[in-house]
């Protein structure tokens, strides 16, 4: 209500308890306020009666909501269920206009506002979180893969030439795909093995841009967010490569923002050298539902290039899901899930089966399965099997010799970035949101699960005749056990 309907309500209501009313309406208005005019995440997150009072605000800005609206488009915001419509609060005409995602659209005010303050709020984000260089961003409605296929599509219009895209090499589908969706030829980089790391192979990836040229390169693709043994490309090293022969340089950083380390190679990237754009996934960052992305860069001109490349309005629901999570948390509630992840700090030393050392890989650890592999491949990926059908989701069992074929191209060891590391392994990632009650239950049901395995291997060995061993293979599985517990607690640290 406005000031003259509170005045108004006076002649009904006792104006001491109307005035009281008003002073909690302008509490609403004040945050708002703030939220308009810096355009930033606010510091403390706001009540969920706040976010539903702008919510609504901004849908009555829409012409869909209009009282006495006579749309007679073929897109005017018509909603069949009344349950479809409350989800979305009513928001739905989308975001952008068919020639540019983050174009205002003239019957849509309230969802405009909606799109312009995310990217304001979100931008803000990227900063905090250790890209202070950032220019710019938006929220695209597409997943990490299919986002990198936008800047893909983008960066053709400026080197209509190029044919390849140099990928240092991580085993995972959609970031492969990603290029060859966009019509380009990844030339996969071998990643050599350092220690227990698999880290980037700089030598062959200038060799590689001088046998082809670097302008038949439409970029380079490179990586922060991975799983170990594999650790975040040497993003500084790749951006000095970049500026020197004038190649773009487009990095996936699909879970990198609750890393501080994976932001500040970004930053650091940046700084000495060539970064064009940085993509995020929006559900493994903000614990929102699947489906969106942030596209970031220091060139303010170029991100609005690829925002103009999307063809068509796309989806609100996206920007919906990460502003009402982030108006909810505050930029201090983010933080402090950011910093839960290192909460469980040095509760225990290391014994029993091998941690591998990735001191580079921020999210995400890995420990060697060596006493499983003694009992054949089928050992270790029975236990894979073994956490999934408990419902232990997101532990990779990594076993030796896989190969994949993804669309013609044949991965050796795949799964494990290498065509052939020196041991099978178990590895987790300290997402945010993880608690220590998630790893309580996780250890729990781990530890059924080995018991479960070396008692068939002590089972086994009995009926071969050597159940000497028997002791061994109990005491590998308690050590085992045992060291699955740290891994998980490190992964705080």
Same mark, same amino acid.
């Given at each position: 209500?406005?000031?003259?309907?509170?005045?108004?309500?006076? &002649?009904?209501?006792?104006?001491?308890?109307?005035?009281?009313?008003?002073?909690?309406?302008?509490?609403?208005?004040?945050?708002?306020?703030?939220?308009?005019?810096?355009?930033?995440?606010?510091?403390?997150?706001?009540?969920?009666?706040?976010?539903? #009072?702008?919510?609504?605000?901004?849908?009555?800005?829409? =012409?869909?909501?209009?009282?006495?609206?006579?749309?007679?488009?073929?897109?005017?915001?018509?909603?069949?269920?009344?349950?479809?419509?409350?989800?979305?609060?009513?928001?739905?005409?989308?975001?952008?206009? =068919?020639?540019?995602?983050?174009?205002?659209?003239?019957?849509?005010?309230?969802? =405009?506002?909606?799109?312009?303050?995310?990217?304001?709020?979100?931008?803000?984000?990227?900063?905090? @979180?250790?890209?202070?260089?950032?220019?710019?961003?938006?929220?695209?409605?597409?997943?990490?893969?299919?986002?990198?296929?936008?800047? %893909?599509?983008?960066?053709?219009?400026?080197? *209509?030439?190029?044919? %390849?895209?140099?990928?240092?090499?991580?085993?995972?589908?959609?970031?492969? &795909?990603?290029?060859? @969706?966009?019509?380009?030829? *990844?030339?996969?980089?071998?990643?050599?093995?350092?220690?227990?790391?698999?880290? !980037?192979?700089?030598?062959?990836?200038?060799?590689?841009?001088?046998?082809?040229?670097?302008?038949?390169?439409?970029?380079?693709?490179?990586?922060?967010?991975?799983?170990? *043994?594999?650790?975040?490309?040497?993003?500084?090293?790749?951006?000095?490569?970049?500026?020197?022969?004038?190649?773009?340089?487009?990095?996936?950083?699909?879970?990198? $923002?609750?890393?501080?380390?994976?932001?500040?190679?970004?930053?650091?990237?940046?700084?000495?050298?060539?970064?064009?754009? %940085?993509?995020?996934?929006?559900? &493994?960052?903000?614990?929102?539902?699947?489906?969106?992305?942030?596209?970031?860069?220091?060139?303010?001109?170029?991100?609005?290039?690829?925002?103009?490349?999307?063809?068509?309005?796309?989806?609100?629901?996206?920007?919906?899901?990460?502003?009402?999570?982030?108006?909810? #948390?505050?930029?201090?509630?983010?933080?402090?899930?950011?910093?839960?992840?290192?909460?469980?700090?040095?509760?225990?030393?290391?014994?029993?089966?091998?941690?591998?050392? !990735?001191?580079?890989?921020?999210?995400?650890?890995?420990?060697?399965?060596?006493?499983?592999?003694?009992?054949?491949?089928?050992?270790? @990926?029975? #236990?894979?099997?073994?956490?999934?059908?408990?419902?232990?989701?997101?532990?990779?069992?990594?076993?030796?010799?896989?190969?994949?074929?993804?669309?013609?191209?044949?991965?050796?060891?795949? $799964?494990?970035?290498?065509?052939?590391? *020196?041991?099978?392994?178990?590895?987790?990632?300290?997402?945010?949101?993880? !608690?220590?009650?998630?790893? !309580?239950?996780?250890?729990?049901?781990?530890? &059924?699960?080995?018991?479960?395995?070396?008692?068939?291997?002590?089972?086994?060995?009995?009926?071969?005749?050597?159940?000497?061993?028997?002791?061994?293979?109990?005491?590998?599985?308690?050590?085992?056990?045992?060291?699955?517990?740290?891994?998980?607690?490190?992964? %705080?640290?």
């Amino acid at each position: 209500m406005n000031i003259q309907n509170f005045s108004l309500s006076e &002649k009904l209501v006792s104006a001491s308890y109307v005035r009281q009313g008003l002073q909690a309406r302008r509490g609403h208005e004040q945050l708002v306020r703030v939220l308009l005019q810096q355009g930033k995440c606010p510091e403390e997150g706001w009540s969920e009666s706040t976010v539903e #009072l702008f919510l609504n605000e901004l849908a009555v800005m829409d =012409s869909n909501n209009f009282l006495g609206n006579c749309g007679v488009g073929e897109r005017e915001g018509r909603v069949a269920s009344g349950l479809v419509a409350r989800r979305h609060y009513r928001l739905i005409h989308g975001i952008g206009r =068919s020639g540019d995602i983050a174009a205002v659209q003239p019957k849509a005010a309230g969802s =405009s506002l909606l799109n312009k303050i995310t990217n304001s709020v979100v931008l803000d984000v990227l900063k905090f @979180t250790g890209v202070r260089s950032v220019s710019s961003c938006f929220v695209v409605p597409m997943a990490t893969g299919m986002s990198l296929t936008l800047c %893909f599509l983008t960066l053709r219009h400026r080197r *209509p030439g190029a044919r %390849f895209i140099l990928w240092p090499r991580i085993d995972q589908k959609s970031c492969f &795909k990603s290029m060859l @969706t966009a019509g380009f030829e *990844p030339v996969v980089i071998e990643n050599v093995l350092e220690g227990d790391e698999l880290r !980037t192979n700089l030598e062959e990836v200038e060799r590689k841009i001088e046998e082809l040229g670097a302008e038949n390169f439409l970029c380079v693709h490179s990586t922060t967010s991975c799983f170990a *043994p594999r650790v975040p490309d040497r993003l500084e090293e790749l951006a000095v490569l970049c500026a020197k022969h004038d190649i773009p340089h487009i990095v996936n950083n699909a879970y990198g $923002m609750q890393s501080s380390k994976c932001m500040h190679l970004i930053q650091q990237g940046a700084r000495v050298g060539r970064i064009d754009a %940085f993509v995020q996934s929006l559900d &493994k960052n903000f614990m929102v539902p699947v489906g969106g992305a942030i596209i970031a860069g220091f060139d303010e001109n170029f991100i609005k290039e690829i925002s103009k490349m999307y063809p068509g309005r796309a989806s609100a629901s996206p920007s919906l899901d990460v502003l009402i999570t982030l108006l909810t #948390l505050g930029a201090n509630g983010y933080k402090k899930l950011l910093a839960e992840r290192k909460e469980l700090s040095a509760l225990a030393e290391r014994h029993g089966e091998r941690l591998l050392h !990735t001191p580079h890989n921020p999210i995400s650890l890995a420990m060697s399965l060596n006493h499983l592999q003694t009992h054949g491949t089928a050992a270790v @990926t029975q #236990l894979g099997s073994m956490l999934f059908t408990r419902q232990v989701s997101g532990a990779r069992v990594v076993p030796l010799g896989v190969e994949q074929t993804v669309s013609g191209h044949t991965f050796r060891g795949f $799964m494990s970035h290498a065509d052939a590391y *020196p041991c099978p392994y178990l590895n987790a990632a300290s997402a945010i949101g993880i !608690t220590r009650d998630d790893i !309580t239950l996780c250890i729990k049901r781990l530890d &059924k699960c080995l018991k479960s395995l070396s008692k068939e291997a002590c089972a086994e060995k009995r009926e071969s005749g050597s159940p000497a061993e028997d002791v061994d293979d109990q005491t590998q599985a308690l050590a085992l056990s045992n060291n699955l517990l740290l891994l998980f607690i490190s992964l %705080f640290c």
